[in-house]
């Protein structure tokens, strides 16, 4: 983060100097006087560095103020344990999904509990959800998926 940060100031500062510092050019007359001229040319270097400091600089200013910062982590960290009896707060529905994902080790992908469960996918994401505000599972990113781990 600290790098793109950096570079990003670099490249500005690189296009400005590219783009203000530009030497006037000198027209001598017939007299042999030198007289300064101002005029924007561009040689082709200048231009090959001001594309290639104008790119460098955009994928900087994309990547921090664009990205959400945060790194996928697929592991399921320690969370808080569900209360002892939790199966008697649970709808029939919920409490079928709580014992499938139990008997996987207390962890599934979203996508194999839609293959699994004789419900569809909705139905199986509005359960999790449910499992959540009961606090008794939590539902992480995995992917195009999503990892539901139970608490405890």
């Known amino acids: 983060m600290l ?5 990003l100031i ?3 500062v690189l296009i400005y100097d590219q783009l203000t510092g530009i030497d006037p050019m000198h027209v001598t007359l017939e007299s042999g006087e030198s007289i300064p001229v101002m005029g924007s040319s561009f040689d082709y270097m200048d231009a090959i560095i001001f594309i290639i400091t104008s790119f ?3 994928a900087s200013f994309a ?6 910062g945060s790194s996928e982590d697929n592991t399921v960290p320690e969370t808080d344990a569900a209360p002892p009896n939790i199966e008697l707060l649970l709808t029939p529905d919920e409490r079928n999904m709580y014992n499938k994902i139990k008997e996987n080790d207390g962890q599934m992908l979203q996508k194999d509990l839609v293959t699994e469960m004789p419900y569809g996918g909705v ?3 509005r359960i999790i959800t449910r499992l959540e505000k009961k606090g008794v599972a939590v539902r992480y990113k995995h992917g195009l998926t ?3 781990a139970l608490k405890g």
């Open 10 to 12: 670099l490249c500005i």
């Open 56 to 58: 460098v600089a955009g």
């Open 63 to 68: 990547f921090l103020f664009l990205s959400d």
């Open 146 to 148: 999503n990892r539901i």
């Open 123 to 125: 139905k199986v994401s």
């Open 3 to 7: 790098f793109a940060e950096v570079l």
